[in-house]
């Protein structure tokens, strides 16, 4: 029997109020992150990613709301605990590194402060000890002089070291679920590749699961082990990172993918024609269907369930339900249900 896994989401939706009615930036959204484990949730700007990460941490603001689902984290359903508990899960539990660490670091306290005020709060050091623990902290995220640094202020650093500092502030209670939403993307190329190695030499010291939530596959390729890819506020695959990369079996994932820098040489790049809609402007049945080359009868009616697709591996596409393929290959008699070769970045 394989254990239960570290965190269960189940079907969670999550809405924004407006005036055109509650709108779903997260609609029935499920996936398992096991111990240990990182999890890539890949997706356009725009497909809820954020919104998804926030709402696991019961941290959406109005007009936004949880409106149904579960958020299973150790056994205990985090959307039932009073906000005293859930106080107590974040950052000690499960922590959260955004993307720009400016605006999740104050301004105006020292950072080695900032690190023993959270150590302080969760009861992992005294006063007394909490700025020599910062000190060490800064050390183990590898920021040059440690001693000196840790009475800086967020602005006399730079923005990596500044997203190191927030790396050590989320690893400080030895969280057992860290949550990085686009940890790198608003840094250059080369502080990127040292920050995502930072975070997988932490993640396997420290044997702590990962959600890593990216706009970039070559991201994923190097960092995770399974894949969730959001489109319009839904999961429309997983699969382990060799199967999503070498069988991709949503059209929407084989799109992402055919973008993707560093494919094949001499490959042109390919967007995705269109955009991701606005939420309250999802076509009816598969939202992608304006946009999917692959798009046949059944596409606009009704949202498509999950469908088998490899062992671990689901898609939300009729191209895999086989009583469909019928009539799939009538409408694209040239293009028969088929992956596309993985690009070369794939592992
Ligand atoms: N405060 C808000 N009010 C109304 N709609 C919102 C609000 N915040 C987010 N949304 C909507 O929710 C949807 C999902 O947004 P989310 O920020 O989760 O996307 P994302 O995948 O994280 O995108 P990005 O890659 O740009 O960070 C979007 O359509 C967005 O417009
Ligand atoms: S269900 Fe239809 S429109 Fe949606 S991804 Fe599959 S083929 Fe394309
Ligand atoms: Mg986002």
Redesign the pocket.
């Known amino acids: 029997m394989t254990p239960d896994p570290l965190l269960r989401v189940d079907r969670l939706t999550t809405v924004?109020d407006?005036a055109r009615g509650a709108?779903p930036?997260?609609d029935a959204v499920s996936f398992e992150i096991r111990a240990g484990e990182t999890l890539g949730l890949v997706?356009?700007?725009?497909?809820?990613?954020?919104?998804?990460a926030?709402s696991i941490m019961r941290l959406v603001?109005p007009?936004?709301r949880i409106a149904t689902g579960r958020v299973i984290f150790k056994g205990r359903d985090l959307l039932t605990l009073g906000e005293r508990e859930m106080q107590r899960v974040r950052g000690a539990e499960i922590s959260l590194i955004f993307?720009e660490p400016m605006t999740a670091l104050n301004p105006v306290f020292r950072i080695g402060d900032q690190i023993a005020e959270t150590l302080v709060v969760h009861g992992r050091a005294t006063k007394r000890d909490a700025r020599a623990k910062a000190i060490d902290l800064l050390r183990s995220v590898r920021i040059p002089h440690p001693e000196s640094r840790v009475a800086d202020y967020p602005h006399q650093l730079s923005g990596g070291m500044r997203q190191r500092v927030m790396i050590a502030i989320a690893l400080s209670c030895q969280p057992s679920l860290v949550i990085a939403?686009?940890p790198t993307t608003a840094l250059d190329v080369t502080i990127q590749a040292e920050i995502l190695d930072l975070l997988r030499e932490m993640k396997s010291a420290l044997g702590l699961s990962l959600l890593l939530?990216t706009?970039d596959f070559g991201v994923v390729a190097e960092t995770a082990d399974r894949v969730a890819v959001?489109y319009a506020?839904r999961i429309v695959e997983t699969g382990p990172v060799r199967a999503i990369f070498r069988s991709p079996a949503h059209p929407y994932t084989r799109g992402l993918l055919a973008s993707m820098p560093g494919g094949r040489p001499g490959e042109r790049l390919r967007a995705i024609e269109g955009s991701?809609p606005?939420?309250g402007e999802l076509p009816p049945g598969c939202a992608f269907t304006p946009r999917c080359p692959n798009r046949f009868e059944p596409c606009p009616t009704a949202p498509p369930p999950d469908y088998p697709a490899g062992i671990g591996h689901e898609a939300k596409c009729y191209l895999h339900d086989p009583h469909m393929t019928a009539l799939q290959s009538a409408a694209h008699p040239q293009s028969a249900v088929r992956s596309p070769q993985s690009p070369d970045a794939a592992r």
């Open positions: 924004f407006t709108l930036a997260v997706g356009e700007s725009g497909s809820g990613k954020s919104v998804t926030l603001q007009p936004g993307q939403d686009e939530i706009h959001m506020g991701v606005l939420i």
